[in-house]
């Protein structure tokens, strides 16, 4: 529990940091003093197992009668909007903020998370301990989680063979979810429930099959490109490499702003509270003791889908029939006349708009500032820029449309593209990696905590028709 009240108020101080420059040094010696020097993740997990165990015993022991507001008819049929149903300790999202990820939001991760360079960008590895333990690791915890994470990622070769049978115009996220089923045979969840492991010990195999799981994504992830884009020839993982870096370089990408693009787009796309498609599907999957594996690929069916994950790839193909209809020098008069004819061919704006944001979404915004940082002269990127003023103007004259600002998806393609990752269909792999380091966080907690099955209440029309009328007479 102190851990987690150092990271509030870490926060805090990070905030009145903002505030009175001349404290951010005590922020940084807090940040050190925050972390024990253990470099051994599960064994900092299983101290602050108990300590969360008692709390949410006493919270609901205490708490547990107590409303958080009302259903209503339109919450049931407008996709659960606005019903606060889920626990997930890792994020919270707040609708005009943005993402915190246990407590900390994108800019205190940038300054506060260990990187793999002086001043560079956050490694993904330590997101990864800080969504486990709440805690900011050194650097030395999240060198040693690189380390581990490497000598986890031997992938057994039928996993290959099993993609290989896929035709190779299969899509990519196919082969991936495909790929990480293949994987699944190694479950040491599935294994130590087979011999009747009791369920306080449930937690130990999910972390072995969620850090094996992770640390193998970029492998399988990287063949699948390769396989499709690069005639199969693959590329060995670096052991001098960190998580982010050595995507990149399994990938086929060794310029170093690649590099540390890619460990800010794992990082900002891990977690994005419980109840987006992907880790929603991920939670509901693991409440019935399927194992990480079979949970996490159910959830990457639900990213592949265009009004989540697979947004990103819709952006760039729609950015680039923009250019090809119009030229990339497009006036802001033309771009209108083109957003308009996607809306008036019943479609959406791919990158606007979101579930829960009602700002620009703080994910866009740090993609943004990179961009001006190493490619404010890109055209793509500089297409975006006029997107940006040309899109939420017509979407709020529709009077529908809730959030009219771009969301993360808006952004991250034109990046990879600036980099030679050119092929739209393959970008949603990239997220599928990324969230793959908060759904398997939660899902650990998930098993800690003992939460139970998921399975809400559903109704039919006429059930709530009947209803309505009783509670109207
Ligand atoms: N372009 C056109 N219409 C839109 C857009 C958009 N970008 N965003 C919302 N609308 C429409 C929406 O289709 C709905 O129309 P109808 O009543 O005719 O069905 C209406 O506006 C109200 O929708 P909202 O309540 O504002 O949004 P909702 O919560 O239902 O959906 C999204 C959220 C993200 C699915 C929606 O904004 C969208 O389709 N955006 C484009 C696809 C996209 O970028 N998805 C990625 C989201 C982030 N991610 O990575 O997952
Ligand atoms: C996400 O990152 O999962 C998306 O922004 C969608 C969401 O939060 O609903």
């Known amino acids: 529990m102190v851990f987690f009240r150092s990271v509030s108020l870490l926060s805090k101080l990070r905030s009145r940091a903002v505030r009175q420059p001349n404290l951010s040094n005590s922020v940084r010696w807090l940040q050190i003093q925050t972390s024990s020097p253990d470099l051994d993740l599960r064994s900092q997990l299983k101290d602050l197992i108990p300590e969360q165990q008692d709390r949410l015993k006493k919270l609901k022991s205490e708490h547990g009668k107590v409303q958080l507001g009302n259903i209503t008819v339109d919450m049931v049929l407008g996709g659960m909007r606005g019903m606060t149903g889920l626990l997930w300790e890792t994020s919270l999202l707040d609708p005009d903020e943005g993402i915190r990820f246990r407590g900390l939001s994108i800019p205190e991760c940038q300054k506060l998370l260990p ?9 993904p590895e330590g997101l990864l301990w800080l969504l486990l333990t709440g805690k900011v690791p050194t650097k030395e915890q999240a060198d040693s989680l690189s380390q581990e994470l490497r000598s986890r990622a031997t992938i057994p070769d039928h996993v290959f063979k099993t993609i290989e049978a896929l035709p ?3 899509h990519p996220m196919t082969q991936f979810a495909t790929g990480v089923m293949a994987l699944q045979v190694q479950s040491e969840f599935q294994k130590a429930y087979e011999k009747g492991i009791h369920k306080s010990k449930f937690w130990e195999p999910t972390y072995e099959d969620s850090l094996n799981l992770i640390a193998q994504l970029p492998t399988v ?12 020839q693959t590329i060995p993982m670096d052991d001098s490499l960190d998580y982010g870096g050595n995507f990149a370089h399994m990938l086929g990408f060794g310029n170093p702003e690649m590099k540390e693009l890619m460990r800010l787009y794992v990082t900002i796309h891990t977690d994005h509270e419980g109840g987006n498609v992907s880790a929603h599907t991920g939670h509901l999957v693991a409440s019935a003791l399927s194992d990480p594996y079979l949970s996490f690929a159910a959830a990457l069916n639900g990213l592949a889908g265009p009004l989540h994950g697979l947004a990103n790839q819709e952006v760039l193909l729609w950015i680039k029939s923009v250019v090809e209809e119009c030229g990339e020098n497009i006036t802001k008069e033309q771009l209108k006349d083109y957003v308009w004819k996607t809306l008036n061919g019943g479609k959406v704006v791919p990158g606007f708009g979101h579930g829960v944001l009602r700002k620009t979404d703080p994910r866009y915004t740090c993609q943004r500032e990179f961009a001006l940082k190493h490619l404010p002269n890109d055209p793509l990127f500089q297409l975006v820029s006029k997107l940006y003023e040309v899109v939420p103007p017509i979407l709020l004259e529709l009077g529908k449309v809730k959030n009219p600002w771009p969301n993360v998806d808006a952004h991250s393609g034109v990046l990879l593209n600036h980099y030679g990752l050119t092929e739209a269909r393959y970008y949603t792999v990239l997220f ?3 969230r793959a380091i908060g759904i398997c966080s939660q899902l650990i907690w998930d098993r800690a905590l003992g939460l139970p099955l998921e399975r809400p209440k559903s109704v039919t029309m006429e059930w709530l028709e009947n209803y309505c009328k009783k509670a109207a007479a």
């Open 432 to 434: 599928g990696v990324s």
């Open 115 to 123: 990187s793999a360079k002086p001043s560079g960008e956050p490694m």
């Open 221 to 232: 992830a990287s063949y699948v490109y390769r396989r499709i884009y690069k005639n199969g």
């Open 168 to 170: 190779v115009t299969a």
